[in-house]
């Protein structure tokens, strides 16, 4: 079915340890980003990324690293999780930068 | 500093009722608003787009209004259902740097009672 999908769903990990979030969408769309999402905040841009092999920062994009070998998937790594980095973690996409974007519906992340 | 802020932040309402959300921004310049809808545990879902220029849109039972003079805007909800519970989330985009940058409020939580 065509779409954005995220996995895992859930992931529980310790301090220190290295975490790749996947992320895959089905519609060819230019554009993909990585939210997280915690309590009391709007949703935050970590990376964003206008094409394959084009990513930029965001508003919180220390202790994180995306890559973008193609168009469809766009993985976000914690290299060394930390405890402030437990949150919801959302992946959109869209076509262009100002159409709507479409979310996938989040990985939940907890780090002991 | 680029804000959104969205009044109430959490609302009751019995079924049937109708409901007025409220979106204040500072954003400056802004190329558009966007307003969305989270049910619990899923990603948000875009409800409507409106630039500058336009000063109401309507998505089915969904209408959101603008003021850009005023830098306001509104999600109002008509006949509710227990379907619409959810976070009700503002966003505004303005060009920053060269590049469209999304400032998204905290959201306004709306649970319906029937």
């Known amino acids: 079915d065509a779409g954005i999908t995220q996995s895992p769903r859930y992931k529980i990990t310790e301090t220190g340890r290295q975490v790749t979030l996947m992320c895959h969408q089905t519609?060819?769309?230019?554009?993909m980003f990585w939210y997280r999402q915690d309590l009391g905040h709007g949703l935050r841009l970590i990376y964003y990324?206008?094409?394959?092999?084009?990513?930029d920062k965001g508003e919180v994009p220390d202790g994180y690293v995306v890559s973008r070998s193609k168009t469809e998937n766009f993985p976000l790594t914690l290299e060394s999780a930390t405890r402030s980095q437990t949150s919801v973690y959302f992946c959109?996409?869209?076509?262009?930068?100002?159409?709507?974007?479409?979310f996938g519906d989040g990985t939940r992340l907890s780090i002991l | 500093k680029n804000q959104v802020e969205q009044s109430p932040q959490s609302l009751i309402i019995l079924e049937g009722k109708n409901c007025t959300l409220q979106?204040?921004?500072?954003?400056?310049?802004?190329?558009?608003l966007r307003w969305y809808k989270q049910d619990t545990g899923r990603g948000p879902v875009s409800l409507t787009i409106?630039?500058?220029?336009?000063n109401t849109k309507s998505n089915g039972r969904y209408t959101a209004t603008l003021d850009a003079d005023t830098k306001q805007s509104s999600l109002h909800i008509t006949a509710s259902q227990l379907s619409d519970s959810a976070s009700y989330i503002c966003?505004?985009?303005?060009?920053?740097?060269?590049?469209?940058?999304?400032?998204f409020g905290a959201g306004t939580r709306l649970a319906v009672h029937p």
């Open positions: 959109a996409s869209s076509e262009s930068i100002n159409q709507p974007q479409h």
């Open positions: 519609w060819s769309h230019s554009y």
């Open positions: 990324s206008a094409a394959a092999d084009i990513t």
């Open positions: 979106c204040n921004y500072t954003v400056s310049p802004f190329s558009n």
């Open positions: 409106m630039t500058f220029s336009e």
């Open positions: 966003v505004v985009s303005g060009p920053s740097g060269g590049y469209n940058k999304l400032i």
